[in-house]
């Protein structure tokens, strides 16, 4: 049976079995990976060359293979050995941000991520409602006017052309922003006399009436109408997503706004076996924290696999939808600075109430005036919750360099997102103007400043793909290598430290650094084969980068010949 949104197994032609591995997959005996070129970042942040792995049948790494070591004894110390044929060998990629269910929904519904035109997007739209007429909402995801060079948002009036009588809500790609059609509207009652909430904005004509796009809290209105997928439409969109990492090389995400149903869908699957990649997650606010947590961070679960870590909470939107609080007025828009959500008193209150039950807080800011208000509150609450706290500022877009020391003495990892800088810089010019891109997508200056970098996708706003992200950190220049050289190159970083940020440290991060993300004795065996070594290649063999498979706690969970793999490693 479909839900109200008409999501089925059958009709998505997703076969969960292709994706239920089972116990078999790890080795019932020592197993040598040997014959890779390895690559690990060690405890001193520097690069660690090897050329074998072994690991145990409960998947944890025994040791490491170097250079003009002996090699362990087969069947003695090893009963399996994989050939890894002169691949280049590396840690499981962790995704620092991304929103693991909505990347499961999003592969699943309308998809305009790709759109590059108006038209375009209108005639997808129109294919997507004729081919779908069971659907009582038509319900979608990745518009962006910027990249249709519409120079304004989209109406209800035109989608209306293309949709009929059922109602539509598309989310923008940054996911600050919706776009409704009339139908839409009036399921949710919103009208002329409509008052859009505080931090939020509602579109509207000069007469007052409503022109279909929503910004920020305001989004609510019509979101709170779209009937809810069921259980079952869950645990396929998680499948999904899984499957979508694993092909990427992505063995742990940290999934930025946990609610107590994504929770349970992931509980589903652990206690099913059928949780493979690791969530660290972070609850959407401090109601859900609560309700998914209790009292506090919930222990690992299913080994290693599953863990709330803390809150996830907002302080602005986006720059795309001028939701992001900025400290001078938007240069394309002078009458507004943005919207910011919560003042610092109220965030401080919000991050007060997490800490004292030990959460992490991981915070979105966006605009400059955002990040000095999270700096400035964790500075507050410094001298009351001491420790190994490990505040998380998620994005860090815009920084005010005169705030580069601050963020770095406050102690906040950088959560950031490299590819948002190459997709978003022709808007980020539009919106900042000239004279404030120094602060944009500042990595080098950050990290130069005593700053801690986790990167990730921000997922579905962009492909969880960390080839990619990589790619752009160590070159600022974007699929097409334009700008030549890269753009604010002065912020490029070494390769070795955009690996650690996918790796290491976004496994510090997560509070994860002696479980998984890097390869060493003691920690799980997650590891990916590609054919490019990200740390010699070009930017644009980065890119291009293929994994051939991936590992998970000594379980292979994706092979490119087989398109996903739970075959045992062959005996020696």
Avoid: C
């Amino acid at each position: 049976m479909p839900n109200a949104n008409g999501i089925t197994t059958k009709a998505l032609g997703i076969s969960l079995a292709a994706l239920l591995l089972t116990t078999s997959t790890a080795a019932l005996a020592d197993t040598l990976v040997d014959n890779v070129s390895g690559r690990t970042i060690g405890t001193n942040g520097q690069v660690e060359q090897f050329t074998g792995l072994l690991f145990d049948d409960a998947g944890m790494i025994k040791r490491l293979i170097r250079a003009g070591d002996k090699k362990p004894k087969p069947r003695k110390e090893y009963q399996y050995h994989i050939d890894g044929k002169g691949r280049v060998m590396l840690p499981g990629m962790i995704d620092a941000h991304a929103h693991v269910m909505g990347m499961g929904f999003a592969a699943l519904s309308l998809d305009l991520s790709e759109t590059t035109s108006f038209a375009q997007a209108l005639n997808l739209i129109g294919k997507f409602a004729a081919e779908h007429p069971d659907r009582p909402w038509i319900i979608g995801r990745g518009w962006n006017q910027e990249k249709w060079k519409l120079g304004r948002f989209p109406t209800a009036a035109e989608l209306d052309a293309v949709t009929g009588g059922r109602p539509v809500w598309l989310e923008r790609v940054d996911g600050h922003a919706g776009w409704a059609n009339s139908a839409a509207l009036k399921a949710a009652g919103v009208t002329a006399t409509t008052k859009a909430p505080n931090g939020g904005n509602i579109e509207r004509a000069p007469d007052g009436t409503p022109l279909g796009v929503l910004v920020d809290s305001a989004m609510e209105l019509v979101a709170a109408k779209v009937p809810p997928p069921r259980a079952e439409d869950r645990d396929v969109a998680f499948a999904t997503a899984q499957q979508m990492l694993f092909k990427r090389g992505v063995t742990a995400v940290t999934d930025m706004g946990t609610s107590i149903e994504d929770w349970q869908t992931y509980r589903r699957a652990g206690d099913a076996n059928r949780l493979y990649v690791r969530v660290m997650a972070y609850a959407a606010g401090t109601e859900q924290m609560t309700l998914i947590g209790g009292p506090g961070p919930s222990p690992w679960l299913y080994q290693d696999r599953l863990r709330l870590n803390g809150v996830k909470l907002y302080l602005d939107g986006a720059l795309g939808s001028r939701g992001a609080w900025l400290k001078a007025p938007y240069a394309d828009a002078p009458g507004t600075k943005g919207l910011p959500q919560l003042n610092q008193t109220q965030l401080g209150n919000l991050m007060s109430r997490a800490a004292m039950d030990g959460f992490q807080i991981a915070v979105h800011a966006i605009g400059d005036e955002a990040n000095a208000t999270v700096i400035g509150a964790i500075n507050d609450l410094s001298d009351t919750y001491k420790g190994d706290r490990r505040w998380r500022i998620e994005h860090a877009q815009i920084v005010d360099p005169k705030d580069f020391a601050k963020f770095a003495k406050s102690g906040a990892v950088a959560s950031m997102q490299p590819v948002h800088q190459t997709s978003d810089r022709l808007m980020a010019e539009a919106r900042l103007g000239p004279d404030r891109l120094a602060g944009a997508y500042a990595w080098k200056s950050l990290k130069t400043a005593g700053v801690r970098l986790a990167f990730g996708s921000d997922a579905p706003v962009e492909l969880a793909d960390p080839w990619a992200g990589l790619a752009a950190a160590i070159s600022r220049e974007g699929p097409d290598g334009q700008p030549a050289g890269g753009w604010q190159p002065q912020e490029r970083l070494a390769p070795a430290e955009a690996l650690s940020a996918y790796t290491a440290d976004a496994a510090w991060a997560g509070f994860a650094e002696s479980k998984f993300g890097r390869l060493a004795p003691g920690l799980r065996a997650d590891f990916v084969l590609v054919d490019v070594d990200p740390l010699t290649a070009s930017a644009a063999q980065v890119r291009a980068a293929k994994v051939s498979e991936t590992w998970i706690g000594g379980g292979r969970v994706w092979s490119a010949e087989e398109g996903t793999a739970a075959t045992k490693p062959v005996t020696n």
